[in-house]
C-alpha cells in the first residue's frame, strides 16, 4: 500500500471542522496517509508567523499537494489574502472546479455537468492598483500571452483526457480588445492543435444569461481571472451552492485543494457546518494523485447520504451535526468491489 503525506491547512472558523471530516472520511477508505499540519491567516498571525508562514510553502513545496480548510481575511484590516498569497507563492495558475447536479440535491436545473476553469495568477487580481489623486483609483488588469496560453493548454488536455469535447472560452474583447483580445488569442493558438474537441468564443455576459437559462448546454468553461471567480460561484449555485461544490488550484509542481465557501466564523466550533464541500475537495485530490477508486468511493458515499435525505446538515435543510454526516458518509462509502460491479 502505498503512503502518502499531505499538508493540511486547517484554517479558521469551521475551517478545522470540515478538514477534520475529510480527513476522517480519507482514512476510512484506508489509505495511509501521514498529515503535516500548518497555519495559515488570522491563526499563523496570532502565533506571531505572518499570514503564510515559510514552513507552510515548504510542506506544500516538498508534498507536492495540500488540503485546505477556508481561512478568513479580513477587510480593510491590512491582510494580504492567503488565498492569492498561496497562488502566486506556488503558482497555481490553475483554478479547477468541478460542478455537477448530485443527487438528493434539489434544484431549478438538472443533469448539470460542467467545469470551470479560471487563470488564477494574473488578471486585476495581479494586486498593481494605486490612488492615482484623492478619490480616484486605478488598477491594473494584467494578461500575458503565456500565462493566457498555459491555462488553455491545461483545459484542452484536461478536456482530451477526460472524454470532453466542448470548450467555451469566455472573454469581453469588445470591449477590453488589448486584455481580453490577448486572452482569446492565446486560447485561438492552443485551440487549433485540438482538431478533434469543439470549442467556442462567448461574451461574458452572453454566458451568464445562457448558463442561468440552460447550463446543460456547457461542458467547458475557460476564462480569466476575474470573469473565473464570478462564475465559478455562479456554476455552483446551479446545483445547490458552495457547500456541496469543490476546487483545487493547481501548478506544475504542486496542488491545493479546498472548498471555497467562506470560514462562516458564526457557526464556528457549534458542530453545524456543512464538511461536504471540503470532503469532496479531498475526493478531487486522491484522484489528482491516482487513488481514483478512493475518490470514487467517497462520492458514491456522499451520494448515498444524500439521496437518502435522513441525514442533512442545517443548510441543507436538515438537522444533523458536522459529525452526524460525517459519520453518515464514512458508513455509506461502497467497497472496491461495489464499485467493481
Known sequence: ???????????????????????????????????????AGIDAVAAGKGTLPTETLDSIRKNRIALKGPITTPVGKGFRSVNVGLRKALDLYVSLRPVRSLLGVETRHREVDLVVFRENTEGLYSGREHEVVPGVCEALKIITRDASRRIAKYAFEYARWTGRRKIAIAHKAS????????????????????????????????????????????????????????????????????????????????????????????????????????????????????EHVAAQRIEVGIERVLSASRVRTRDLGGTATTSELTQAIVDSLPTPAELAR
Open 1 to 39: 500500500m502505498s503512503q502518502y503525506t499531505i499538508t493540511l491547512l486547517p484554517g479558521d472558523g469551521i475551517g478545522p471542522e470540515v478538514t477534520e471530516a475529510a480527513v476522517k472520511v480519507v482514512e476510512a477508505t484506508g489509505l495511509a496517509v501521514t498529515w503535516e499540519r500548518h497555519l
Open 175 to 290: 470591449i477590453m480588445r488589448l486584455s481580453d483580445g490577448l486572452f482569446l488569442d492565446a486560447a485561438r493558438e492552443v485551440a487549433r492543435d485540438y482538431p478533434f474537441i469543439e470549442w467556442m468564443e462567448i461574451p461574458i455576459d452572453r454566458l451568464a444569461m445562457q448558463l442561468v437559462q440552460e447550463p446543460r448546454h456547457f461542458d467547458v468553461l475557460l476564462m480569466e481571472n476575474l470573469c473565473g471567480d464570478i462564475f465559478s460561484d455562479l456554476c455552483a449555485g446551479l446545483v445547490g451552492g458552495l457547500g456541496v461544490v469543490p476546487g483545487a488550484n493547481i501548478g506544475d509542481h504542486g496542488a491545493v485543494f479546498e472548498a471555497v465557501h467562506g470560514s462562516a466564523p458564526d457557526i464556528a466550533g457549534q458542530n453545524k457546518a456543512n464538511p461536504i464541500a471540503v470532503i469532496r475537495s479531498a475526493a478531487m485530490m486522491l484522484a489528482h494523485i491516482g
